[in-house]
């Protein structure tokens, strides 16, 4: 009903920045909120940063200062601008989503999530 496509992801040398977009599609839905995750190997998958559809964004104490999440809610669109990458940011980010379904046989809220996107910082 909702997909999640991601895209933007990359090599990049620590330093340099790299933005990631996720654009969710679908009908019958509305946003509660759009996110991004990361899962390094080995490591659980974490929030990376969240955004609502009020605008109001959260992130990882890690990332803090360096990401900015925000969207365009007319193209149910969020981004996560990535700057001053480490090579502690390499993982597989995933977008997020949180939605309110309207349908008649599909009601209340849902999460969905993007097939990932790798990410990897490396000199």
């Known amino acids: 009903q909702v997909q999640l496509v991601e895209s933007g992801g990359g090599l990049a040398v620590p330093g340099e920045p790299l933005r990631l977009s996720c654009a969710a599609s679908?009908?019958?839905?509305?946003?509660?909120?759009m996110g991004w995750y990361r899962q390094a190997p080995g490591k659980q998958r974490e929030l990376v940063a969240a955004i609502t559809s009020g605008g109001s964004p959260t992130y990882a104490d890690s990332v803090k200062g360096r990401f900015t999440i925000n969207r365009d809610a007319a193209k149910n669109t969020v981004y996560l601008q990535m700057n001053s990458l480490k090579p502690e940011d390499t993982a597989v980010y995933y977008c997020?989503?949180?939605?309110?379904?309207?349908?008649?046989?599909?009601?209340?809220?849902?999460?969905?999530w993007g097939q990932g996107t790798q990410v990897t910082v490396s000199s």
């Open positions: 997020n989503a949180e939605v309110t379904m309207q349908t008649i046989i599909k009601r209340g809220t849902y999460l969905y």
């Open positions: 679908g009908s019958s839905f509305s946003i509660n909120a």
